[in-house]
């Protein structure tokens, strides 16, 4: 059964692209305009990864991270920050959060299935 | 100044030499006639200085009259100055601000239709190749060329016993043919018997009747003896005549058999090469069409390398988006702090309301693409060309 993986970030273009890179290698994709619209999204689905950009509006991503990991099925879900941030100060935030990666925008695709494939769970 | 304030300017100063001579007058013993000499000349001096000063008092006062008109003017130069330059702000601020966020919003726009398209062209091109590493699989092929070749080769072989099955008839008929002359020589045999016989019973028939009467009956059996030798001569005839019947109809049957046998040896010889050279075709066409599929092959890994790229690429939207948009926040901020300014009266205003290094600050902690930080630095540091700065796309930590 293929495994599912939720994109949030607040461009179009860079939820299409993570989309066609993850669907080309038989993901099943959700994706999400921002935080508040991704927690409205986890009413239970079954995720095995969340991707999240980390600048959007109504709610930033690492917030989001916070918040997911509050709730009980999504505790042990992995999740990655893919963000033009690249400040150590924000990496520690992420960190702090919960992520368990953080991938520097733009991504080369291999690179993203790379980080894809070392984080989601069998 | 006026004729009082000149007056005044007159007065005051004259008024010592009559206090003085007057005092001079009542308390010393001078002479009335020296006292007004006194007068007369500290009087005459007074208005003297009195007028010197006055008239130094009159130049300095146009001086400074002047210098308040030149004052005033610059004040109120500077004022229209002021003013028109944050009536400049107040237009051109949010003009700046509604062209930033019209690019954005286009290239946004044009960005999403650019990647849907990408994403079609992309989504035909997996389904072509996935339709031909379906077809070129190596193990269906070499499956399908063996299957065919051990088909051909069963009917080459079928085609090949039954020429043998031929081949061993034929022997058997020729090895017929030698147990028929074997025959014919028995039943030369058999008629050679049979004269023999009835020679013997015509010796039999002449000593029976040189016997007489005593003889009949042995003469009786001398007659069915020679009756039974005729009959086997007759019997050794026939056999003859059937074997060379036998003979005949086996030599025909030998030729027409030589003839079926070699017209198959030929037409199987013939078969063989049409199903060689038709697997050689199905090998090379195979061959042909596995070099095309490794093109293809080729072709689609070239392909999956570019869409990379491009995917890669599209992701600039992204990157000008954020930085189009805080230089619109920027702007944005810049306007706020031009019209909290233009509310407070002009005596009021100072340089305490633009804070430059705050609002500095304030922009540098919006940005969120490293390019904007380093610019943003190069600028401040007043270097007049930002070094390039390499980009860290696609750099990847793990915590």
Known sequence: MAKTIMIVDDSASIRKVVRLTLESQGFDVIDATDGVEALKKLNGVKIHLLITDVNMPNMDGITLVQEAKKIPAYKFTPMMMLTTEAGDEKKMQGRASGAKAWLVKPFQPPILLNAVSKLILP | MNNIDKAFFYIIPSSIPVVGSLLLLFFTDIAMISSLFIFCCTFGLSLFVSYLLFSKLQLAQAKLASSYQANDSFIQQTQSYINALEELMGEVLPVV?????????????????????????????????????????????????????????????????????????????????????????????????????????????????????????????????????????????????????????????????????????????????????????????????????????????????????????????????????????????????????????????????????????????????????????????GETKTQKQESQGGNLTFF
């Not at chain 2, 590493?133 to 070499?142: C, F, H, M, T």
């Not at chain 2, 030698?178 to 015509?202: C, G, P, W």
């Not at chain 2, 009959?231 to 036998?246: H, P, V, W």
């Not at chain 2, 061959?287 to 072709?299: P, Y």
């Open chain 2, 97 to 381: 601000s509604k062209q930033i966020k019209t690019s954005k919003e286009q290239v946004e726009q044009e960005v999403l239709s650019l990647t849907d398209t990408f994403l079609a062209i992309t989504k035909k091109i997996g389904l072509v190749l996935d339709e031909q590493r379906k077809s070129d699989d190596d193990a269906v092929i070499g499956t399908l060329l063996t299957g065919t070749k051990t088909i051909l080769n069963g009917v080459i072989n079928d085609l090949c016993n039954l020429n043998c099955n031929e081949k061993t008839m034929f022997q058997e008929v020729e090895q017929l043919s030698s147990y028929t002359a074997e025959l014919e020589s028995m039943a030369n045999d058999v008629r050679n018997v049979a004269d023999n016989i009835n020679l013997l019973a015509l010796n039999a028939a002449i000593e029976a009747a040189r016997a007489g009467e005593h003889g009949r009956g042995f003469a009786v059996v001398a007659d069915e003896i020679k009756k039974l030798a005729n009959s086997s001569a007759n019997t050794g005839s026939r056999m003859n005549k059937t074997l060379d019947d036998i003979n005949t109809a086996m030599a025909s049957a030998l030729i027409s058999s030589r003839a079926t046998t070699q017209f198959y040896s030929k037409t199987i010889e013939s078969s063989s090469e049409h199903i060689e050279n038709v697997l050689i075709d199905i090998e090379n066409t195979l061959h042909a069409f596995k070099d095309k599929s490794q093109t293809l092959a080729d072709a689609s890994e070239q392909i999956q390398g570019e869409v990379n790229h491009v995917i890669t690429a599209l992701q600039f939207q992204d990157r000008v988006t954020q930085i189009l948009g805080n230089a619109e926040h920027n702007l944005y901020d810049l306007n706020e702090l031009l019209l909290s300014n233009q509310a407070v009266p002009t005596t009021e205003r100072s340089a305490d309301l633009i804070k430059t290094n705050d609002i500095l600050e304030k922009m540098a902690l919006r940005y969120t693409v490293p390019e904007e930080l380093t610019n943003h630095q190069a600028i401040v540091a």
